[in-house]
């Protein structure tokens, strides 16, 4: 009876799986929406079963998107079972939050990886290159138009967009780490809720407030900066490109301190709930507050600014 069951609840969720990605596959505007669940039938799939069962239910939902979509969908299924199933599993483990977000994020970066590997060896697709060439063919169409109303962009303005460009290039390795972070939040922040509604607990996430990155990440930090300052690596180099990316990594890391700072200050204070999250938005809408977090992420990492703050009473 057992076996019947598993079979029977394989074959219910792989028929859901069909249906979100048929919709992701064929209706591009709700497909975004629907992109963010099609992971929840492989993690459940391995919170409730063995690790193997969730093998055979990856294949056959493989086989499926073959069937449902082309060839194209088979990336697709690979990279959300797989990332389901990790997830899965660590909730199976009764792993914290955070480490279900780190393991789900880190299956999720190394999708992205080998799915660029794999585009850009055998079909001669870049994704990035591509992405890059229509900023530039954009920006130049701008330039143009500009020319033809007698406001012919300076020459800081041009090398200005020059830089750009050079700059995404560079951080392209930064981009896809910030792409799978990002994603796996917010695949978390949608999946988790419905999860309770299959009589499955996942564990809480710790008050954003208590954040504490460990104090190393600073000596990084610092030594990044100071060997760029010391060596000047040309830009062509692999030491550049390694040395930028690292510095925007753990500039994001700091920054993400400097916000919880301002999170365990505001609490700290009994203020409301809503000064803190104001207080975010605005320093994302202007970019002259962000280095301000960062000295904060900074001073809190080296000197524990924290305990120098007053608890409400």
């Known amino acids: 009876m057992g076996n019947i069951h598993k079979l029977t609840e394989g074959a219910l969720f792989l028929s859901i799986y069909a249906v979100l990605l048929l919709v992701f596959l064929y209706i591009p505007v709700l497909g ?3 992109s963010l669940f099609l992971v929840f039938p492989f993690i459940l ?21 073959l069937i449902v979509g082309t060839i194209l969908a088979v990336p697709v299924t690979i990279t959300y079972g797989t990332v389901g199933m990790v997830i899965g599993y660590l ?62 962009p300076n020459e800081a303005l041009q090398k200005q967009f020059e830089d750009t460009i050079k700059l995404m290039k560079t951080l392209a390795p930064s981009l896809f780490v910030l792409m799978a972070f990002i994603g796996m939040f917010v695949i978390q922040l949608v999946n988790m809720p419905i999860l309770r509604r299959f009589h499955i ?30 060596v000047k690596p040309a830009e062509d180099q692999f030491l550049y490109g390694a040395l930028t990316n690292l510095s925007f990594i ?5 920054l993400l301190q400097g916000f919880a700072f301002i999170f365990y200050f505001s609490y700290s204070k009994g203020y ?3 000064i803190p999250i104001i207080a975010t938005i605005l320093a994302f809408i202007i970019p ?10 900074i001073i809190d990492l080296g000197f524990n600014l924290r305990q120098y703050v007053g608890t409400k009473k």
Do not use: D, H
């Open 32 to 34: 975004v929406v629907v």
């Open 45 to 65: 799939m391995t919170v409730k079963n063995e690790l193997k069962f969730s093998l055979v239910f990856l294949i056959a939902a493989t086989l499926i998107s």
């Open 91 to 152: 909730l199976k483990k009764e792993n914290s939050r955070f480490a279900i977000y780190i393991g789900g994020s880190l299956a999720l970066l190394i999708n992205i990886v080998l799915q660029y590997v794999v585009a850009v060896s055998f079909f001669q697709l870049n994704f990035i290159e591509e992405t890059i060439q229509v900023f530039r063919e954009s920006t130049e169409l701008s330039f143009e138009m500009l020319a033809r109303m007698g406001q012919s």
């Open 201 to 230: 607990q996942p564990p809480k996430w710790r008050p954003f407030c208590e954040l504490t990155l460990p104090r190393s990440l600073l000596l990084y930090y610092l030594l990044t900066i100071l060997i760029i300052l010391l």
């Open 250 to 254: 753990l500039q994001a890391l700091i």
């Open 272 to 274: 409301s709930k809503a």
């Open 288 to 297: 002259i507050f962000l280095p301000i977090v960062r000295i904060l992420g």
